[in-house]
């Protein structure tokens, strides 16, 4: 498999500033340490409770904040030390689809002249043939040719999150973020928002990175998935491995925590114990530490490093096989 994206230990860290003289007072460690291939055409799931730096870690990837320190690889080549001039075409290559589309909707614009904007920005094309392209876009993602006249609030949730799509997708984009993109859904119409997802991945050959809190659907969706926790990479399998033979005790917590009696196997539900740290004053050793039964005194002082366990999968965890003999 080729990989069109590469994470080299990518950080984000968002200064505090305060006082005065707004000096930084402190940083808040929102992606940690992320080093990660994505392959052409898969959907890569990126697992965790809010504020993991999953949303963070997405927004980096596309350019909209800088990186701290690290790489980032967009089909072998470093986006950082590109001007923005050079990045554009970069930039056109990865789209992103948001949970709530409404919200970059303007209220005021008919849908087709939103979509049409998207030409006009980066297309020489003729009023004419960009009518002509929106139209064939709100085919594609299954809206019709008279939708092009009607506005924001007259489409339903299901309606605008297929408007974001046929944005993501209007200039034929290899990579796309979806950031909690079927979060807001009802279950009928986040499956058919999701079919359509699909379809387009096959036809495109798209690229996912699938952000969610939702481990139901990213199961369904995902070929692989990283579970992230506080800024950082805690485990990452094929959702097929991560579901079945989860390592990480975070990872297995957050699968005890499904609902659904065959998800995650017929594991006990784990609790976790406390609150999510503070991503300003992470925990030392491993971020996990505070809230994992497991944690030893080890786990206080050292940080874990990114274990290879084989067919692909990684874990970041002291006591891995220690656990996996008490399964
Ligand atoms: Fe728990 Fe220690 Fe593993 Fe971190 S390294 S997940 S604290 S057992
Ligand atoms: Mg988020």
Partial sequence: QSSILKLE???????????????????????????????????????????????????????????TNGKIFFQNQELQNLSNR????????????????????????????????????????????????????????GLKEEHYDRYPHEFS?????????????????????????????????????????????????????FISHDLGVVRYFCDRVMVMYLGNTAELASAKQLYENPLHPYTKALLSSIPRPKVGGNRD???????????????SGCAFHTRCPLASDVCKQVKPEWRDMGENHFVACHHVEKENEHQ
Avoid: W
């Fill in 9 to 67: 230990g990518v950080k984000k860290y968002f200064p505090i500033k305060g006082g005065i003289l707004k000096r930084v007072q402190g940083h808040v460690k929102a992606v940690e340490n992320v080093t990660l291939e994505v392959y052409e055409g898969e959907s890569l799931g990126i697992v965790g409770e809010s504020g993991c730096g999953k949303s963070t870690l997405g927004r980096t990837v596309l350019g909209l904040e800088e990186v």
């Fill in 86 to 141: 050079e990045r554009l075409p970069f930039k056109k290559q990865m789209q992103m689809i948001f949970q709530d589309p409404y919200a970059s909707l303007n209220p005021r614009q008919r849908i087709g002249d939103a979509l049409e904007e998207v030409f006009v920005m980066h297309t020489k094309l003729s009023g004419k043939e960009r009518k002509a392209k929106v139209i064939e876009l709100l085919q594609e993602v």
């Fill in 157 to 209: 949730g299901g309606q605008r999150q297929r408007i974001g799509i046929a944005r993501a997708i209007a200039l034929n984009p290899s990579v796309i973020i979806c950031d909690e993109a079927v979060s807001a859904l009802d279950v009928s119409v986040q499956a058919q928002v999701l079919k359509l997802l699909k379809n387009l991945q096959s036809k495109y050959g798209l690229t996912y990175l």
């Fill in 269 to 283: 539900r784990i609790r976790l114990q406390g609150e999510i740290p503070n991503p300003a004053n992470p925990p």
